[in-house]
């Protein structure tokens, strides 16, 4: 198999991801590579920074519509809440491989200027806001929340390498071919906000000291003492949005 194939393996969708089919109304629609992805897309100015937010593992776009668009909005901010490939309203199965290149191309598809948005990633969506600050490090800012810094311990939680015709060096190599989480990082100079809880029940906050030691630019790392993985936002809201309005308010 190659890289590709691995990362693709049904194993690993059916054991580690995990889709709802909770759709909205009139979504902001994106073809990736003959799949449409059923995006929100909440626009406050077409010169104002665009925030693209990719949404953690069991959750999806609908989870975000009554909340973050307006808010992101109130700081004078556009905002993409992108959708996966079999969440929500999005055809396709959710394939690690496909997902993770299906990042670059919901910025393409976007048409902004690399240079005008910031990248968001909550928990799994780390990964691909990650996979897109490499291709675009121009990008105006980089948001981690409950993130990950090593994607093969994670996917090791789930599934035993030869349970999907691989060895554990193989898996490892083809995740660093399609994302290599500390170069990347390490080559994007821009700023970077990176938050989490300290008592992640699911994360270990360690990811997020990792996460921000290799980051080569300006970071601030802000690891809340209340919440846990899945209510980190709403445990710690007023601390949380003032510091994403500070952190957008720098960009800008």
């Not at 055809?91 to 990042?103: I, S, T």
């Not at 690399?114 to 105006?140: D, H, M, T, W, Y």
């Not at 399609?178 to 170069?183: E, F, I, K, M, N």
């Amino acid at each position: 198999m190659n890289n590709r194939q691995i990362l693709n393996h049904a194993l690993i969708a059916r054991r580690y991801f995990f889709p709802r089919r909770d759709g909205v109304t009139n979504p902001f629609w994106i073809d990736c590579r003959g799949v449409r992805l059923a995006c929100v897309y909440h626009e406050v100015s077409p010169d104002a920074l665009t925030l693209v937010h990719f949404h953690g593992n069991g959750e999806v776009v609908a989870d975000y519509l009554d909340v973050l668009p307006a808010l992101i909005g109130d700081m004078d901010c556009n905002c993409l809440l992108a959708e996966y490939r079999g969440y929500g309203a999005s055809a396709g199965a959710p394939l690690l491989g496909e997902m993770l290149e299906d990042a670059p191309d919901i910025i393409r598809a976007l048409g902004v200027a690399p240079e005008k948005l910031v990248l968001f990633g909550r928990s799994v969506g780390s990964l691909f806001a990650i996979k897109a600050a490499g291709r675009f490090p121009q990008a105006a800012g980089l948001i981690l929340e409950s993130g990950i810094a090593d994607p093969l311990e994670r996917l090791l939680l789930r599934i035993a390498p030869e349970e999907i015709g691989a060895t554990r060096q193989q898996l490892a190599a083809a995740l660093r071919a399609s994302l290599d989480v500390p170069a990347v990082l390490q080559a994007f100079h821009r700023p970077a906000l990176i938050m989490h809880a300290r008592h992640d029940e699911l994360i270990d906050p360690s990811h997020a000291e990792r996460l921000a030691a290799w980051c080569a630019g300006p970071v601030r790392l802000q690891v809340f003492p209340e919440g846990g993985h899945n209510d980190i936002m709403f445990v710690n809201s007023r601390q949380y949005f003032a510091l994403l309005r500070v952190f957008l308010e720098s960009l800008q």
